[in-house]
């Protein structure tokens, strides 16, 4: 028997099981690609205007840092900047989870064994994975091209985009396959590989705003870049891709080979025989639970805090040089310095992904129910609301020390700069803390979702945040009025260092939060479990 | 209090499946209950009912003369529950996870646990991701088991297990049984249930079609007799009550309802009776004849008249 025997019937597997989450992800980014484009060609009409878009753009270490530089001046030029980051970083994700989903975490339910006993191969499941994995990417490309096609612009730069888009997906399906091969925890793998794109992405930011092009082909998501649809449409970028691919499905092809089913490459340890004494209590659980998640959550933001710090000068010499930011800054409220307009709009952006965190710890409950141990502490003498209690406390907490975590971050590197490295930590601990109201808002969308809706739990809070940002997007290039951003509790805590602090949208918010938790955890209270 | 668990007329849909259609059960303090029934006739709904995580639509349940739903948390520090199909954190090994369960109901006897560990042979320092399910079933019972509650529900607990770790788990149910422990047991293991059980109660459907100590539901069902007699066997087919029936020359063998053995006896005494074999039923007999009696249309409704097809 072949070591991939089985294969199509797997890919057949997949798809079935995929066939709504498939098209959702990787039709979400061509829906964004396509919509994104339409629109910007609709805002920025003249030639004139792109222009003065692009060199207020280029000028913008924001921007740079978030996009990198606009490439053309054409309507094409300017929706592959527009889009360029967030299409990456979506496909990527898709790609990611779709190949931990049908290989590792296949693995640990232990349906890979029921399927591994009929004929199917070693390298069946891998190889499927991939398969579907660059299949779906290759599809997404093609409909991205033919949708930028479709709205008159040049085919050639339409085809490169497509491809550059699907190149960081096809990146990190490969990451992702050597990273199911590590673990024997699919979280765990899906961390791994998550980790290794944002590190990745960082790597490409950071060159962007130093303007070091050698930093930028360090990084897959400089490579794709360096593809400039619309600007030069070069192909030859895509060989650093396949390179890489090649060289990570070799690497998880050889781990599989050489592992036992369930396995991991990293080996399981024993651990103690009895609990350590403060291990006693539901909320001790959840820490020991959460820790882990909270841990790396708290190092990575610490980090990329302490990089954007590091960028920050750079990034307030070119603001000082760009009028139009000055004068957005100093409309903001602040009439300070640059660099303080800097880290107020890389807060607002940094609360919004740590939102993602603050909504995966709190559908820990969901996990916990519906793997059934949540039912082995409640049939202890613990009540359903301490047990998810215990958990929404460590949210709440952990939420502030991830924020504080970006402050801590950006003001020793800055402060260090400056020559004031407690006065800037403490001023940008506080302007990354008074985001905490807003992500904790969408902390207890998760939780009412979870009280209410279960089935819709996983669903709902990353919809929410998927709307505050869509939001954004309609008022910038669709040109709704702003005022509708108003809906998102982003948009209402003061963008400190620049705006000055106000306590009211604060206590507003919380009140907002605790009574959406509230009213989630009446739901629980009622309903069946399990 | 005598009866440690009360329930009668439960009533619990699932959108439109009705998987509780008016159960009763009652489990008197001190003894083993056996709880039996086929896959899906809703023992596990029951005990999630009588564990609080889920709420009856109708139906009284009393369990340690609270209710099971507005009074959990209290209730839940005089049992102990062992789910059929047990998941631990993939992080938290075996042990950890014993003693965390065992401390959050007021602590548990270290020199039991390290008894019972040794008796089920099981290793306190794998991660829970690491365990087979019998494993992590025994995990479950060893935290169980260690603490010193009043009554133990167990949901098919040892379904994973082998036939050593079987008969150390009858043993170790037989010490709670002497200590005074109440203990409802799911199983579908009838050996064990025989061995164990003070009183059965058989589930079909979200129903209770028969509850008492073994003694009485075998009264209530049919003995297998054999017998060679000093003459050849008179006429029987036709009597009342004799089933089954199969002779050859003087010897015979049949199955009897309890209230027809004592007239079957008499006829067979007036020949003669050279030998005799009664055995009662067992209990998977007794079964059987349920969900055979389920098959062939007994009380049939519309709906399973398909499955007999």
Known sequence: ?530 | MSNMISVSGLVKTFGRTRALDGLDLTVRAGEVHGFLGPNGAGKSTTIRILLGLLRQDAGTARLLDGDPWQDATALHRRLAYVPGDVTLWPDLTGGETIDLLGRMRGGLDPRRRAELLERFELDPRKKGRAYSKGNRQKVALVAALSSDADLLILDEPTSGLDPLMEAVFQESIQEERNKGRTVLLSSHILAEVEALCDRVSIIRRGRTVETGTLTELRHLTRTSITAELAGPVPQLAGSVGVHDLWTQGSRLRCQVDGDALDPLLGELVKVGVRSLVSRPPTLEEMFLRHYEDDLSGAGATGEHAAVRR
């Open chain 1, 1 to 530: 028997m072949s070591t991939l025997t089985g294969t199509g019937g797997l890919i057949r597997l997949i798809l079935r099981r995929d066939r709504v989450r498939l098209p959702a992800w990787f039709g979400l980014v061509a829906m964004l690609v396509i919509g994104v484009a339409s629109s910007v060609a609709a805002a920025y009409p003249t030639e004139e205007a792109r222009q003065a878009f692009l060199h207020t753009t280029n000028g913008d270490p924001t921007q740079l840092m978030m996009i990198g530089p606009i490439y053309d001046s054409s309507a094409g030029g300017l929706a592959a900047w527009r889009v360029r980051g967030q299409a990456a970083l979506l496909i990527a994700l898709a790609s990611l989870l779709l190949v931990i989903r049908s290989t590792r975490a296949e693995e640990e339910a232990g349906r890979s064994e029921l399927l591994g006993s009929t004929v199917v191969g070693r390298h069946a499941a891998l190889t499927a994975a991939l398969t579907v994995a660059f299949a779906a990417n290759l599809v997404t490309a093609l409909v991205v091209a033919l949708g930028l096609m479709g709205q008159g612009l040049p085919p050639r730069g339409s085809l490169v985009m497509g491809l550059s888009v699907a190149a960081a997906g096809w990146v990190f399906a490969a990451v992702a396959g050597l990273a199911a091969q590590l673990t024997e925890s699919s979280r765990t793998a899906g961390g791994l590989a998550a980790m290794a794109m944002g590190i990745l992405y960082a790597v490409r930011a950071g060159a962007d705003v130093e303007k070091s092009s050698w930093v930028s082909w360090l990084s897959p998501f400089g490579w794709t870049q360096h593809m400039r649809p619309f600007a030069g449409d070069h192909y030859w970028p895509l060989l650093p891709v396949v390179g890489l691919i090649l060289l990570l499905v070799a690497g998880a092809y050889r781990m599989s080979a050489r592992r036992d089913l369930g396995a991991g490459i990293l080996p399981p340890r024993l651990g103690p025989a009895d609990a350590a004494p403060s291990l006693r209590t539901s909320i001790a659980l959840a820490w020991r639970l959460q820790r882990g998640t909270l841990l790396a959550w708290a190092i990575a933001f610490t980090a990329f805090g302490a990089g954007l710090g590091g960028a920050a000068r750079s990034a307030a010499d070119q603001l000082n040089a760009s009028e139009a930011l000055r004068e957005l800054i100093e409309r903001m409220g602040g009439g300070g310095r640059p660099a303080d307009g800097f880290f107020a709009f890389v807060i607002y952006l940094m609360s919004q992904v740590i939102t993602l965190y603050a909504i995966q710890a709190t559908l820990r409950l969901r996990a916990e129910e519906i793997s059934g141990r949540a039912d082995l502490i409640l049939t202890g003498p613990v009540g359903r609301l301490r047990w998810a209690g215990g958990h929404l406390a460590i949210v709440a907490a952990g939420s502030g020390i991830v924020l504080a975590g970006l402050g801590v971050g950006m003001g020793l590197v800055h402060g260090l700069s400056t020559g004031d490295p407690g006065g800037e930590i403490a001023r940008l601990v506080g302007a990354s803390l008074t985001r905490l109201p807003s992500v904790l808002v969408l902390a207890a969308v998760s939780t009412l979702a979870y009280g209410l809706l279960p089935r819709l739990a996983a669903i709902i809070p990353y919809a929410a945040l998927g709307l505050c940002l869509v939001l954004e997007f309609a008022v910038e290039l669709l040109g709704a009025d702003p005022s509708i951003l108003q809906v998102s509790p982003f948009a209402q805590t003061p963008g400190l260092p620049v705006a000055a602090f106000t306590v009211t949208p604060l206590v507003l918010l919380t009140v907002v939060a605790t009574g959406l938790t509230a009213v989630g955890l009446a739901g629980l209270r009622r309903r069946d479990l399990g």
